[in-house]
């Protein structure tokens, strides 16, 4: 089963912040904080990822709370073709040759709305 | 640099027979992973590998198998097809390398079974 809870739509208007919430009470230590969206028909596209920081790269910004147990993922102007599944997963990052596997929840349909 | 390239993208297939699905991983990259997308069960893990080698599997029978060659490129293998094998097939690729690597995706071949 997924490690991550995600509300399972939101709405957000054309050129306006979206705020995705992502509850992972149960993160370990080692596990990282991923995020992808899949459009549909189309393959998942990688958006951002953290252990620990925020961070924060030209498609998006992740927010992680000091205890990780939560983070948010913020498209700072969306627009229509931010419209998509919007998936969070806990992963461990092993490295050495694995890439591990990701289990994805249902994730959030964002719809962005003109 | 090239994404991850997945062969072919659409094929239809009849009850029986068997399938074989390709996918070259982004340059560089030695880690390849394989999932399966179904509006029922929504992503799940099939199998990693990494340098030829499998790494993990997921919970499917034997009827799916991979494997890796040693310029990285990958090909899964569904034999008896089944009505429910018809799903979104997808490649991921990774360096494998370093912890936090990140897990990259095609778009994916979509077999529909009759």
């Known amino acids: 089963d997924a490690k991550t809870t995600q509300p399972t739509s939101m709405d957000c208007a054309e050129g306006r912040a979206a705020n995705l919430p992502c509850n992972h009470s149960?993160?370990?230590?080692?596990?990282?904080v991923y995020w992808y969206r899949q459009i549909h028909s189309q393959g998942p596209q990688y958006i951002i990822h953290?252990?620990?920081n925020n961070e924060t790269n030209e498609m998006a910004s992740l927010i992680i709370t000091e205890d990780r147990k939560s983070s948010t993922l913020i498209l700072p102007h969306a627009t229509l073709r931010d419209t998509a599944v919007y998936y969070c997963?806990?992963?461990?990052?092993?490295?050495?040759?694995?890439?591990?596997?990701?289990?994805f929840g249902k994730g959030t349909k964002l719809s962005v709305k003109p | 640099k090239a994404g991850v390239t997945q062969t072919p993208r659409y094929l239809i297939k009849t009850r029986g027979q068997q399938v074989t699905l390709s996918c070259s991983p982004i340059?560089?990259?030695?880690?390849v992973s394989w999932y399966q997308q179904t509006p029922g069960q929504g992503l799940q893990f099939l199998f990693e590998?990494?340098?030829?080698?499998?790494?993990n599997k997921g919970n499917f029978p034997g009827r799916f198998s991979g494997r890796q060659f040693s310029n990285s490129r990958s090909e899964m293998n569904v034999s008896t097809l089944e009505l429910g094998d018809s799903a979104l097939y997808l490649c991921?690729?990774?360096?494998?390398?370093?912890?936090?690597?990140?897990?990259?995706f095609g778009e994916g071949s979509w077999l529909t079974v009759v």
């Open positions: 340059s560089g990259h030695r880690s």
């Open positions: 997963i806990v992963r461990v990052a092993l490295g050495g040759g694995s890439q591990g596997n990701l289990i």
């Open positions: 590998y990494f340098s030829e080698t499998q790494r």
């Open positions: 953290g252990l620990k």
């Open positions: 149960t993160i370990s230590g080692n596990e990282y």
């Open positions: 991921a690729s990774s360096s494998g390398q370093d912890s936090g690597n990140t897990i990259y």
